[in-house]
């Protein structure tokens, strides 16, 4: 086996090898000299780039985890080899992680890039130091909206070419995928109840039917209901459904989708994931009081009313905890943007009003022409 640092150091070169658009967005961004960088994200190797896009620009950059089940500590320990703050580390407990937002805020960065919108919402949207933020998380998005933002915050998670690759079809893919690695089983045959059909909830379903499962979907919007009957999908209520499924996935952006009571109507041996930014998708305080053992990696065998349930990544999203994310070709696309955003934020954005704004179209267009090589 490689030195860890020799095989991180390689997979950030395959990784390079195939992120054209990362690479042609970073050469365009705009010097960040003076700016203090706030970035609030998933600690993968997939972010690796921006950050060095951020430091080439000459920001001095603070990160903190976006959900400490989804930090890879070797991640972690290379950026802050590149000269970004970043304390935090994989499972860092909840009294830490805060305790690094906090510093990090009180370090008064000048702008914000957010997933989940947590430091937004750990000082009200009144840090006044900061000058504009962008968020990537529909979660995010409705935090946010509750906020007396005392600056502009730019929502890139409802801009089509995000919704429509990488939550709409790639978190699905790779969830079905990370599915048969954790598990080491296949979904054909299982009945898998997919609760949320926004895109995250559509590309899972289509990918666990490619798969073999036979799907079924339940939401409370009678639209979405009617967009999974399209498309051949039973939509019970999640209390007619459950008692069936072999497998369900929560994707639906709120705490407590599935109930602690709900529990009681699950089936002998059901396995319970979430795709959602929070692990309060599920009722995980209640399960892991009801672990008996760990018989895998990220699986969790808990003892409900006699029932065996198998409980995956602890509730946290499951695609980016137990799994890779997306792939590198296709996250080249959500770096490209966030490059591309992070340069009109700095550059224009900030001398918009205070609170949410969508990231204009010519913005993520940059992000799209270069993605398909016309830029
Ligand atoms: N795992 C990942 O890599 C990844 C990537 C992108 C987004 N996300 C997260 O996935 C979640 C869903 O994203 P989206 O873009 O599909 O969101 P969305 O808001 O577009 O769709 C959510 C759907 O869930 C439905 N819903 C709400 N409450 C429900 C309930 N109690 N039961 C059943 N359905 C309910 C809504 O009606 C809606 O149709 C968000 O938390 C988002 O941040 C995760």
Known sequence: MPPREDSLDRELAWLHDFTPATR????????????????????????????????????????????????????????????????????????????????????????????????????????????????????????????????????????????????????????????????????????????????????LADAARSFGAAVEVCDPDPAARLAAAHLGFPTPTLEAGLPRADALFTATGRDGAVSAEALASCKNGVFLANLGHTAGELPVEELRRRVVDMPRPHIERCEVDGKTLYLLAGGAMFNLAAGPGDPYDTFDLVTALMIEATGFLATEGTGYPPGIHPLPKRVWDHAARRYVREG
């Open 24 to 203: 042609a967005s970073a050469e365009a961004l705009p010097s960040l000299q003076g700016e203090r960088l706030l970035v609030v994200c998933h600690l993968d190797l997939k972010m690796v780039p921006y950050f060095e896009a951020l430091l080439t620009a000459g920001a001095e950059v603070r990160a903190c985890a976006a959900n400490p089940a989804t930090t890879r500590d070797e991640v972690a320990e290379h950026l802050g080899s590149l000269g970004v703050d970043v304390p935090a580390r994989k499972d860092d407990p909840a009294g830490r992680h805060a305790a690094h937002l906090r510093a990090a805020v009180a370090a008064g960065p000048t702008l914000l890039s957010e997933m989940g919108a947590n430091a937004s919402v750990s000082t009200g949207g009144r840090l006044e130091t900061v000058r504009g933020g962008l968020e990537a998380t529909g979660t995010g998005i409705s935090r946010l909206g509750s906020l007396d933002l005392a600056y502009p915050v730019f929502d890139w998670d409802s801009v089509p070419i995000k919704q429509g690759l990488h939550n709409r079809h790639l978190v699905g893919l790779m969830a079905a995928n990370t599915f048969l690695n954790v598990t080491g089983l296949s979904l054909y045959g299982r009945t898998v109840l997919v609760v949320g059909y926004g895109p995250v909830g559509r590309g």
